[in-house]
């Protein structure tokens, strides 16, 4: 077979499989839907949580049951510029319950009388730790005790002479050598790799199956072997098909992350989110092996099934495992294993992560990805072709 | 014109237990699908291949489209051998297989239009053809339709126009009439009449039919075939005499189920099923060359099965 008809016979397959792709109008909603929406949906979720963490830190309220024992106390809260609230009466029972999501700091009736004597007087918070809020108040109320506690130790030892530089025998001092990107990639790195590698996953799936074995189900895969075509053109042409609608479910993806910081309600998490144009192309750039790949797999696997049925079990091993590998990255805090770039999938997941954390991308870092998908691809086109053919009868 | 010779093809059967699994280390059955046959379709012919459901009419046919690998024999059509040559023995090849297989978010139009360029058509002659042969198979109104929905017998019109679509010199239509009514039964074969007549270009046409009618009334020449063998060949009048039967289901069933014998089933050891006793002897069909009812070939006893 000459090699122009090689190729427009290849080009005629990717042409009608890409047609077909586009009709398929149910797939194609709930593909685009999910690679759109899901990106602002996080987004907006992470955002909503923060910034009610933020007004809750802001609204400086506090739940006091018996502040009228500890006038000390009062006059402390009162200077930090906080308001009191009383707990209603069943406070234990709504905590418990959850209807009541905050903490209540209880102060006994003899608090002052044992403060006074020096007896250790016992404070309570009481929170329910399965409540985030109610967490965070927890954590409000205890820094505000600590917080009188050293006032009151601080004034005691000044009044007995007692110098309050000698309290603070050590400076202790922190020092933050995160950059800026390292920083945002906290935010970023959690959530935008793995969501473009489960579009990837998510957009090569329906078109690996529909062109693979919906072809043998629907009987479609007989008549299309018995043209005088390579079996390696159709595979090419319907593999190039598949791939493209993996990098366009992809970039889909990376364009929502974008639009989406709009929606950020929270300053410090608006600063902490840097992901623009350049992010989003170098994404784009790491994935594209990586799609060529996953369409040859899913492929490969789902020609083997007689129906779209057998063929979806087979690639739910295939998507779990490509989808499980990027965790393997929570083993290891610091700098990645030079094996992690032989990995597909995680290899992706740990150059995104160097993307967006701003540091540099040498040539051996993409290069062993991208071979290593290659590889991949050609191994699974080879037998996609030779499947192609002996699995036409249905 | 399409040869085929000495076509053998046997199949392994999986055992499997009550319980539905299959035993990897178990001993293979093999059931011989195709045994023997030899035949040549000429140009401007109607061949029939008449036989039950089974007697391997479809496995023959999938090894001349190149979709099987027979165990032994060879394949011509237009004098390329399918198995050396693949691509240029298809070229001449149209095939309407029992999986019509339309895609069926495509409009007739473009699923034929899309076996055009995989033969190599360009655009434009690619819908010319589509357009010539919506009108020879009365397609015109549905040509803009997705096949989603079709019936039986538009699906069929759509799939023949789609393997003549490269005006192939060979036609090869397996089970053509299944599902279709009377009207589109009728136009089906003045269409096949056509087509094998000068004006519509002469073509080798190989029918493949389990419907004593359809064949009756359509082919020039028959081939019975029976487990896997032809059992007999000539004209509708000759099988008739040769059988003293006056009517054509009579005399098949006598040709395909006399002397029937359980399909040949071996472990791969044994002999033949050709030379068990009481089996039924190959014979060999070739065309024109000799249209009359053939002697039995010699037995090929010894011969393994497969080579």
């Known amino acids: 077979m000459r090699v122009s008809t090689f190729f427009s016979a290849a080009l005629a397959v990717l042409a009608k499989e890409i047609k077909d792709a586009w009709r398929d109008k149910r797939t194609l909603r709930m593909v685009v839907l999910l690679s759109v929406i899901q990106a602002p949906l996080v987004l907006l979720l992470v955002s909503t949580l923060v910034s009610e963490r933020e007004q809750r830190l802001e609204r ?125 990639a906290q935010l970023t790195g959690a959530m935008i790799p793995l969501y473009v590698l489960i579009a990837v996953l998510i957009g090569a799936m329906g078109p690996a199956m529909d062109s693979t074995a919906g072809e043998r189900e ?9 043209n005088p075509v390579s079996p390696w053109a159709l595979a090419l042409g319907k593999w190039a098909a598949v791939s493209l609608v993996a990098i366009a479910t992809a ?144 | 014109m399409i040869q085929i010779e ?37 140009n401007g012919s109607i061949t029939g291949l008449l036989g039950a459901n089974g007697a391997g009419k479809t496995t023959t046919l999938r090894m001349l489209a190149g979709l099987m690998q027979p165990d032994s024999g060879r394949l011509l059509i237009d004098g390329h051998d399918v198995l050396r040559q693949r691509s240029a023995a298809l070229a001449q090849l149209g095939m309407l297989s ?33 357009d010539l042969l919506a009108d020879l198979l009365d397609l015109r109104p549905l040509l803009g339709r997705a096949t989603e929905g079709f019936s039986q017998g538009e699906r069929v019109k759509t799939a ?22 009377v009207q589109a039964t009728r136009a089906l074969r003045e269409t096949l009449r056509y087509l094998r007549s000068p004006a519509g270009g002469s073509k080798c046409i190989i029918f493949s039919s389990h419907i004593m009618q359809e064949v ?22 000759e099988l008739l005499q040769s059988t003293g039967q006056p009517d054509f289901e009579d005399a098949f069933v006598q040709l395909a189920f006399a002397s ?17 006793p009481g089996a039924l002897q190959p014979y060999t069909y070739v065309g024109s060359a000799d249209p009359g009812l053939v002697e039995p070939a010699v037995s090929r006893s010894g011969e393994a099965p497969c080579a």
């Open chain 1, 60 to 184: 400086r309220e506090l739940y006091v049951q018996g502040i009228e024992h500890s006038p000390g106390m009062a006059n402390f809260l009162a200077r930090q510029s906080y308001t009191l609230r009383t707990p209603p009466p069943d406070a234990l029972a709504q905590l418990a319950s959850g209807s009541f999501d905050e903490a209540v700091l209880v102060i006994e009736a003899d608090f002052d009388a044992k403060l006074q004597a020096q007896q250790s007087p016992t404070l309570e918070i009481i929170a329910n730790s399965s409540s985030r809020r109610s967490s965070t108040a927890r954590e409000q109320a205890r820094s505000l005790v600590q917080a009188y506690v050293q006032e009151r130790l601080s004034l005691g030892l000044a009044l007995r002479g007692v110098g309050l530089g000698s309290l603070q025998a050590i400076m202790l001092q922190e020092r933050d050598v995160a950059s800026a990107g390292s920083r945002s």
């Open chain 1, 218 to 226: 629907r009987g479609c895969l007989e008549p299309l072997m018995m």
């Open chain 1, 251 to 394: 970039t889909l993806t990376l364009c929502s992350f974008i639009p989406a910081q709009w929606l950020l309600h929270s300053e410090a998490l608006q600063a902490l989110f840097q992901f623009g144009w350049r992010e989003a192309l170098l994404c784009l750039g790491i994935c594209l092996p990586f799609a060529a790949a996953v369409a040859a797999l899913m492929m490969a696997s789902s020609v083997r099934g007689k129906t779209l049925k057998e063929a979806q079990a087979g690639n739910s091993l295939v998507q779990l495992t490509m989808m499980l590998l990027p965790l393997v990255s929570l083993l290891h805090d610091a700098a990645e294993p030079a094996w992690y770039y032989a990995v597909p999938s995680l290899a992706q997941h740990t150059l995104m992560l160097r993307v967006l954390k701003g540091q540099a991308l040498e040539p051996q870092h993409w290069l062993l990805p991208a071979g290593i998908c290659l590889l991949f691809t050609l191994a699974a086109l080879a037998y996609l072709s030779r499947a192609l053919r002996a699995k036409a009868i249905a």
């Open chain 2, 6 to 42: 000495q076509l053998s093809k046997r199949f392994a059967v999986q055992r499997t237990g009550a319980s539905g699994w299959r035993w990897p280390r178990a001993p293979k059955m093999w059931v011989q699908a195709v045994q023997d046959i030899s035949l040549r379709a000429e």
């Open chain 2, 98 to 130: 029992d999986a019509r297989g339309l895609y069926p978010r495509l409009t007739a139009r473009e699923n034929i239009v899309y076996f055009a360029r995989l033969h190599g058509l360009s655009d434009s002659q690619a819908q010319a053809r589509a």
């Open chain 2, 160 to 181: 023949l126009a789609r393997a003549l679509v490269h005006d192939p010199a060979n036609i090869v239509l397996d089970e053509p009439t299944n599902g279709l009514d």
């Open chain 2, 216 to 237: 009756e009334r359509l082919c020039d020449q028959v081939l019975v075939i029976a487990q896997g063998r032809i059992v007999a060949s000539g004209s509708v009048p």
């Open chain 2, 260 to 276: 029937a014998a359980p399909p040949a089933i071996d472990s791969g050891r044994t002999q033949p099923a050709a030379t068990q």
